[in-house]
């Protein structure tokens, strides 16, 4: 499995924004579903956002109406803009996706990015 690449983390000051990106052949054509998931430093990973084969998105309660997660299929990649960002959304940022094999969803081999850091200062 070729591991997924993710870009556009950074620092920003509060209320700014950032778009993180998350692509590999074949990322979203081979996937039945798509993740960003976070860990700040101390805690443990949390989930982010999902997208789904049917375009269906879920947000945390903490991210919801600030992030957008979408995919572009044909540049194989998976995205999460951030808008109105917090300090507490400090926090190590890795893309996930659960792959078809033999046209099932296979849930139990989700694969995980190298994860990027986003900083929000105050």
């Known amino acids: 499995q070729v591991q997924q690449v993710e870009s556009g983390g950074g620092s920003v000051q509060a209320g700014g924004s950032l778009r993180l990106s998350c692509t590999a052949p074949?990322?979203?054509?081979?996937?039945?579903?798509m993740y960003w998931y976070r860990q700040a430093a101390g805690k443990q990973r949390e989930w982010v956002s999902s997208?789904?084969?049917?375009?269906?998105?879920t947000y945390a309660d903490s991210v919801k109406g600030r992030f957008t997660i979408s995919k572009d299929n044909p540049q194989n990649t998976l995205y999460l803009q951030m808008s109105r960002l917090k300090p507490e959304d400090t926090a190590m940022y890795y893309c996930?996706?659960?792959?078809?094999?033999?046209?099932?969803?296979?849930?139990?081999?989700?694969?995980w990015g190298q994860g990027i850091q986003v900083t929000v200062s105050s």
């Open positions: 997208s789904t084969t049917n375009d269906s998105t």
């Open positions: 074949r990322f979203t054509s081979a996937s039945c579903g």
């Open positions: 996930a996706a659960d792959p078809y094999v033999q046209g099932h969803c296979r849930v139990d081999l989700r694969y």
